[in-house]
């Protein structure tokens, strides 16, 4: 019988775009005959518990438009809903696969995932060849002289600056091989429907945020109402944009966009080095503080009705675009942790459950950074008021009026704690805390 010629495959995942991806260029360019693969994983579906969910229907937009881009090249994208074990299982039997390409993931169960897939596949023949292209420095490649991991930002943005001068971003041109795709017949794919989910159409940002916009960054970058940001981090999270492209740009911008991007690289680094920390403080003596977790105020929290204009405006921002500002991030986190004494990891958990750009290193990062207890964090007797905030931030109230339209009048409800008490009562609470565990 005649054997099916043999096949490469290429796996998508977090890099959903045909352009500068550096996988795909390799696997096209050094080997040939790729089919391209997309898997809607079950494990990771099933954890989320809102069938509204726009993540899901971003990504089913963007693997759509891919499977049309490759289809109008004679190839496809074969497109799965299941578990990857489950599905390269299935592929192994249904084709002879020579390669298996993919870009590497560094978060803790995709690695783990990644290398279960590896183990099975190798032990049937097929090799596995694996690449950097979600960054542009990977966690061990920024280092101290002692070899061990900043915890602290600025000397570690020195130092990937300086080797970003030495090595440059690299440039994969994986669009101009794309002739080097497999040949097939167009796959099927499974509808959002079938697996769970339904179409909520809340509308996603451009990525293409325009020039001026990046060269004025540092001057509006503050201001919740402006659009004064690049909005691309739901595009960074799925690869629907190049980060080589994006610090190429910045470094001829803006150097305060650059330091942004370099601080999502510092927080993966951060969660690669230091995995404890998705359950627990990086600095181990704040786990002792007595959280009062009032699940009264936390509701308020979450719904954008403290009484606090800032800070529930952003929840509502949140609750209404899956988006909200970095500023009020901070204020709403640093409200939640401090004034009200929730502990971060419900404020965390809330923010992943609803935020678009949801990025486990970020997130946790910027909860660690607001409750105090992150590597380089806001000291945690430094407490936002979220008043002042508004007056300096959004002092015309065009931020709060957007998102609160009964502002100003007696539906709107008064402050849910005393800014004053609240504060004085976290600073005893911290400070008993942290001195109870030096002691
Ligand atoms: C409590 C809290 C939670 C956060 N959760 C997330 C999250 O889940 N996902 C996420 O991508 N960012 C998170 N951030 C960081 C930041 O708020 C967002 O990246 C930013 O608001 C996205 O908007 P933008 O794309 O317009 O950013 P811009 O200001 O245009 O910045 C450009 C890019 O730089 C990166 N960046 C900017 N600020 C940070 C930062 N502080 N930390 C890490 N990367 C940064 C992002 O990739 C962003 O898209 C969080 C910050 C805080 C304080």
Same mark, same amino acid.
């Given at each position: 019988m005649e054997q099916p010629s043999v096949i490469n495959i290429f796996w998508f995942r977090r890099d959903l775009r045909l352009f500068d991806n550096h996988g795909l260029f390799r696997a096209l360019k050094e080997a040939g005959n790729i089919l391209p693969l997309f898997i809607f994983d079950t494990n990771i579906l099933k954890r989320l518990d809102n069938f509204r969910d726009a993540r899901v229907e971003f990504i089913y937009r963007?693997?759509?438009?891919?499977?049309?881009?490759?289809?109008?090249?004679?190839?496809t %994208?074969?497109?799965?809903?299941?578990?990857?074990?489950?599905?390269?299982?299935? %592929?192994?039997?249904?084709?002879?696969?020579?390669?298996?390409?993919?870009?590497?993931?560094?978060?803790?169960?995709?690695?783990?995932?990644?290398?279960?897939?590896?183990?099975?596949? #190798?032990? #049937?023949?097929?090799?596995?060849?694996?690449?950097?292209?979600?960054?542009?420095?990977?966690?061990?490649?920024? %280092?101290?002289?002692?070899? #061990?991991?900043?915890?602290?930002?600025?000397?570690?943005?020195? #130092?990937?600056?300086?080797?970003?001068?030495?090595?440059?971003?690299?440039?994969?041109?994986?669009e101009k091989y794309l002739k080097r795709l497999a040949s097939h017949r167009p796959a099927g794919m499974p509808s959002l429907r079938e697996m769970g989910f339904t179409a909520v159409s809340l509308g996603f940002p451009s990525r293409e945020p325009c020039e001026s916009l990046i060269?004025?960054?540092?001057?509006?970058?503050d201001y919740p109402a402006m659009e004064g940001t690049s909005r691309l981090s739901i595009h960074f999270r799925f690869g629907t944009v190049s980060i080589r492209?994006?610090?190429?740009?910045?470094?001829?911008?803006?150097?305060?966009? %650059?330091?942004?991007l370099i601080w999502r690289e510092f927080y993966q680094m951060i969660l690669w080095h230091f995995p404890g920390v998705v359950d627990h403080a990086f600095r181990p003596e704040y786990d002792m503080i007595p959280?009062?977790?009032?699940?009264?105020?936390?509701?308020?929290?979450?719904?954008?009705?403290?009484?606090?204009?800032?800070?529930?405006a952003g929840m509502r921002q949140l609750l209404a675009t899956g988006f909200m500002h970095n500023r009020v991030r901070m204020i709403t986190a640093g409200f939640l942790t401090k004034l009200l004494l929730i502990d971060w990891r419900w404020g965390e958990a809330w923010f992943a459950g609803h935020l678009l750009d949801y990025e486990l290193s970020s997130n946790n990062g910027g909860w660690q950074w607001a409750a105090g207890s992150g590597c380089d964090a806001a000291p945690w007797f430094r407490i936002f008021n979220p008043f002042l905030q508004q007056k300096k931030f959004d002092s015309g109230n065009e931020y709060v009026k957007k998102w609160i339209p009964e502002f100003g009048t007696e539906s709107y409800p008064g402050p849910l704690v005393d800014y004053r008490k609240a504060r004085e009562r976290a600073i005893q609470v911290y400070r008993q805390a942290l001195a109870e565990r030096k002691g």
């Open positions: 963007e693997v759509e438009h891919l499977k049309r881009e490759l289809e109008k090249m004679h190839s %994208l074969l497109v799965y809903y299941g578990e990857p074990e489950d599905v390269f299982s299935k %592929l192994s039997d249904s084709y002879r696969v020579g390669v298996l390409f993919f870009n590497r993931d560094y978060e803790p169960y995709a690695r783990k995932r990644d290398e279960k897939i590896s183990f099975f596949l #190798k032990g #049937k023949g097929v090799q596995v060849r694996t690449f950097k292209d979600q960054v542009i420095f990977e966690p061990g490649e920024i %280092l101290k002289t002692d070899g #061990k991991p900043y915890v602290v930002y600025t000397p570690y943005m020195r #130092k990937w600056m300086e080797r970003l001068a030495e090595t440059g971003t690299g440039n994969y041109p994986s060269r004025q960054y540092h001057l509006y970058r492209q994006w610090v190429e740009r910045a470094a001829a911008w803006n150097g305060k966009f %650059l330091e942004e959280w009062r977790n009032d699940e009264r105020e936390f509701d308020a929290w979450c719904r954008g009705t403290t009484g606090y204009p800032l800070v529930d």
